[in-house]
């Protein structure tokens, strides 16, 4: 073989092996599942998956208010949530997410 021949056939090889390195970290269902990586990359699985705990925690509304009061026509959806003290509204929030992952409890004001 050539010279040039064996240069490009180490190069391709070189390439095809950082493939996979890079697809083995990069997509390895362990740093999946941390939400963090490279951040926690020396946590064990426990302190993982107490850190994504606390970060769903911290992001989940600390209560919902179901406005039950008769209000002019046209108001139908005045619900809201509260969180650290302060209003926010529904939308400001992924109403899929908040269900799939927090317990919010719900409040009826009358």
Partial sequence: ????????????????????????????????EADCWPFCAGMTDEERRELRQELIEASCPDEMIVNRMPGPVGTENRSYYIKDGKRVEISEYDSIW????????VQEVW
């Fill in 1 to 32: 073989m050539k010279t040039r021949t064996k240069l490009a056939l180490v190069v391709v090889i070189i390439v095809v092996i950082g493939l996979f390195v890079h697809q083995y970290f990069w997509y390895n269902d362990e740093y999946k």
């Fill in 98 to 105: 908040v269900n799939a992952n927090c317990e919010v409890p």
